[in-house]
């Protein structure tokens, strides 16, 4: 259509923070950590990941799920008022920032060993089955929010979700022009329409919250907590860098898919992994939870088919003042869990067809039972396993398994000649 107005490129970035808000702020929900710091940390950080990467990259960065089994071994039940959770949270804070030098010191081995070693690793038989592991694996947490509430089944969760998905459907389909490429803030907007008679609405953060988040003692507090080095948080949280690096390089794939260009090569994994790095690092110093790559945000460019980054930078400046602004973020946060479930199964059902579109594109030849068995046990493993224990509160999550169980399969079994069909 052309090139973009900067009015629609603010309602198309909007749209974006809008996707990518309902898991951004469940980390910190469930961590202990301030959901405005971590808002400023996911837009700060998005902004530095841009810089890194030259601009070319359409990702925004959010609270990454897999630190928080290492997050909360450290800060456990504690909250913001306890004797001990300053001290804990310092904690945290040395050990995310190491996890971040982590990311950092791979992206120099890859910078100086070269690409061709990480592509050669994942070949499309790996790569789509990860990606179509990404999707399906959130599936179950679109599902329990857009059906459930408060943990039990809701026909009015329901009615909310069918509401969002027929909005998606037909602006996705029949709606021209600029309103194309925007169901995801149409059907947002349904949605909250539709919860409000249904008393899904709660605005008890609204009026809580500060006009100017930083006005709070609290927050400024943790902002200011100077960050300690401990052997215990550092060994807690430290070693999930290794595992979430192969989920970055799933991220990356899968986004280059959906837009058709190989950012693995320009502006390179080594640099997304370092401006990944720098990003969980610079929120382990602000006191965020770790950032990373999100599926979410694949999935909004799925639907949309707006590729443009600087969409992406105007959403990580909106997450900002969300952050900044207390009201605007309190407002936010009432957006109940049946719309951020409803739009969830879109976006989630997204990646996974990239996945199958991979391998589709890769005309693979499924009747060789080298692609049938590499395939098959990465779905299992990485669907089938959650969790599996590695070192006292450290996991490997079962897609950074079935990530490293395909790499190895694929590397080490012979292709043979009837590998890609001709």
């Known amino acids: 259509m052309g090139e973009r107005t900067k009015k629609q490129k603010?309602?198309?970035?909007?749209?974006?923070?809008?996707?990518?808000?309902?898991?951004?702020v469940l980390v910190p929900a469930l961590t202990g950590l301030n959901t405005s710091i971590t808002l400023f940390c996911a837009g700060l950080g998005t902004l530095l990941f841009h810089w890194v990467t030259k601009k070319k990259v359409p990702v925004f960065l959010g609270s990454s799920f897999a630190f928080m089994a290492g997050i909360m071994a450290i800060i456990g039940d504690s909250r913001m008022g306890d004797p001990d959770f300053m001290e804990k949270l310092a904690s945290v804070k040395g050990a995310l920032i190491i996890a971040g030098l982590v990311y950092v010191l791979f992206a120099g081995l890859i910078k100086i060993f070269g690409y061709e070693k990480v592509n050669k690793l994942l070949p499309p038989?790996?790569?789509g089955p990860i990606i179509i592991v990404i999707g399906l694996r959130l599936s179950g947490t679109a599902i329990n929010s857009a059906f459930y509430y408060n943990g039990e089944f809701s026909l009015k969760s329901v009615l909310v979700t069918v509401v969002i998905l027929t909005v998606v459907i037909c602006v996705s389909i029949f709606a021209k022009g600029i309103f194309n490429l925007m169901p995801?803030?149409?059907?947002?907007?349904?949605?909250?329409?539709v919860c409000l008679p249904l008393g899904f609405c709660d605005f008890t953060a609204v009026r809580e919250a500060h006009f100017l988040s930083f006005m709070d003692k609290d927050?400024?507090?943790?902002?200011?907590?100077?960050?300690?080095?401990?052997?215990?948080?550092?060994?807690?949280?430290?070693p999930i860098a290794l595992v979430t690096m192969i989920e970055h390089v799933g991220d990356i794939t899968t986004n280059g898919a959906v837009v058709g260009k190989n950012f693995m090569v320009d502006p390179g994994v080594h640099r997304t992994i370092l401006g990944d790095g720098l990003?969980?690092?610079?929120?382990?110093?602000?006191?965020?939870?770790?950032?990373?790559?999100?599926?979410?945000?694949?999935?909004?460019?799925?639907?949309?088919?707006?590729?443009?980054p600087s969409v992406i930078r105007i959403a990580a400046v909106f997450a900002m003042i969300l952050g900044i602004f207390g009201k605007f973020g309190g407002f936010i946060t009432s957006i109940p869990s049946p719309v951020t479930g409803g739009i969830s199964i879109v976006l989630y059902g997204m990646i996974s067809a990239v996945g199958v579109r991979i391998l589709i594109n890769s005309r693979l030849n499924f009747g060789n039972s080298r692609n049938l068995l590499v395939a098959a046990i990465i779905l299992v493993l990485g669907i089938g396993c959650d969790s599996i224990p590695v070192y006292g509160a450290v996991t490997i999550s079962g897609l950074a398994l079935a990530a490293v169980v395909g790499i190895i399969l694929a590397f080490i079994l012979p292709e043979g000649d009837d590998s890609v069909l001709n």
């Open 184 to 193: 995801i803030l149409f059907a947002i907007i349904a949605g909250y329409l």
């Open 10 to 24: 603010l309602i198309l970035g909007i749209q974006h923070t809008l996707a990518m808000f309902g898991a951004t």
């Open 219 to 238: 927050i400024v507090a943790q902002l200011l907590c100077i960050p300690q080095f401990k052997l215990d948080a550092i060994l807690a949280i430290a």
């Open 125 to 127: 038989i790996v790569t």
């Open 279 to 308: 990003a969980t690092a610079l929120a382990g110093l602000l006191g965020g939870p770790a950032n990373t790559t999100y599926g979410e945000n694949t999935g909004v460019l799925a639907v949309t088919k707006v590729y443009d």
